[in-house]
């Protein structure tokens, strides 16, 4: 009875202490909603505060269903601060934005909608990749040897000495911890299930064939398990 007693108080205060740590917090579900506007950088992502739409100076109508896309056509974009200064910042380096509670970033020189949202994320982007026959830089995967799996998309390497290019559909991962963008790979998902220790473990005990099937799988187990919280604003 002793051993039970113990063990049933050692679960309360397991519990206690996740309680602790989601006080405050809001715990993602599909029905989560992004506050609306841009994201300068990451960190506001994961606070999930942008830059309301509302503070953004344009002559562009808040209410224009394509004010995003209008907005980030330009080279620059001026907003108010907390504090009622004036701002300015080149859109090239904005994270993203929010548009009806959904969360789109910024990769490839476009925007793209994140479809699935957790401490894992999934989303598809279109590439340009250019011929590389005289670049030794590339690796056979198309991408830098040096910094795989991780994407890097403003690395002054990714270009060729030829004038050959083309465009295509690939798959990407975010990791919601780190901010850093990964290709869907195996690679990359043994990378990320290192947080879970079982869920790795597991993964990695699959034969190669059935880690390549089971990528999806794995993700949304992993975010199961590993909910994903923004603070209550």
């Not at 970033?105 to 590389?132: D, K, M, P, Q």
Request: glycine residues 6%; positive net charge.
């Amino acid at each position: 009875m002793k051993k039970v007693f113990v063990l049933l108080l050692a679960l309360l205060s397991l519990a206690a202490a996740g309680q602790i740590d989601s006080a405050g917090m809001t715990r993602y579900t599909p029905g989560f909603r992004f506050a609306e506007g841009i994201f300068l950088g990451f960190d506001q992502v994961r606070q999930n505060k942008p830059v309301p739409k509302s503070v953004i100076i344009t002559n562009i109508p808040y209410d224009d269903p394509d004010f995003y896309d209008r907005v980030l056509r330009e080279k620059t974009i001026g907003f108010f601060d907390n504090l009622g200064g004036k701002q300015e910042v080149s859109t090239k380096n904005i994270w993203g934005y929010s548009r009806n509670g959904v969360l789109y970033i910024n990769l490839n020189e476009g925007y793209y909608r994140i479809t699935i949202v957790g401490n894992i994320c999934h989303f598809v982007a279109s590439l340009t990749t250019y011929g590389n026959s005289y670049n030794p830089y590339y690796s056979s995967y198309g991408y830098p040897y040096y910094s795989y799996p991780y994407y890097n998309p403003y690395n002054p390497y990714y270009s060729s000495y030829n004038n050959t290019s083309s465009s295509e559909m690939r798959q990407y991962l975010l990791d919601f911890k780190t901010g850093n963008i990964l290709d869907y790979e195996v690679e990359s998902i043994k990378v990320l299930l290192m947080a879970d220790p079982v869920l790795h473990d597991e993964y990695t005990s699959l034969g190669k064939k059935k880690q390549k099937q089971m990528k999806f799988l794995y993700i949304r187990k992993f975010n199961e398990r590993n909910p994903l919280y923004f603070p209550k604003n």
